[in-house]
């Protein structure tokens, strides 16, 4: 929808990385050419700038595509630069441009993540502790 506010992604305005996560459940994706060819693929971590996908075989590095995958509260669409591929069937990518819903629905994804990942690292230091307290040495 071209009516939506976008935001554009520049290198220039963006924090470098992000937190990388990688979502507890395998999350397909699907990429559209300029030529209306679709390509499946499987996400494999993301940020709020790029991600990586599995893919059955690499696109051409800069190419510009459109990806769609779904999150709890929706799907993200984006426009993506594909870059250089990190081993046969795995390649980055990174977003230009968001509207502000996917932007948000994508974040809100992330925070879950990391929030989750913190709660469960906290129940293994718990347990460590519970262990060590009461090891007879």
Not at 42 to 59: N, V
Not at 113 to 123: F, K, P, V, Y
Request: positive net charge.
């Amino acid at each position: 929808m071209p009516f939506l506010p976008q935001i554009p992604l520049q290198t220039s305005n963006r924090k470098r990385g992000g937190a990388r996560v990688k979502f507890a459940e395998t999350t397909p994706a699907v990429l559209r050419l300029s030529d209306g060819a679709q390509i499946p693929g499987t996400l494999q971590t993301i940020s709020i700038t790029g991600g990586l996908l599995s893919l059955s075989q690499p696109l051409k590095p800069e190419s510009v595509v459109r990806v769609m995958f779904l999150v709890p509260k929706g799907s993200v669409f984006g426009t993506v630069k594909m870059l250089s591929p990190v081993a046969w069937g795995l390649q980055p990518f990174r977003f230009t441009t968001l509207h502000q819903d996917d932007h948000s629905r994508l974040q809100s994804a992330i925070q879950f993540c990391l929030e989750q990942s913190a709660r469960e690292n906290r129940r293994k230091h718990r347990a460590v502790d519970q262990i060590e307290k009461h090891r007879s040495w």
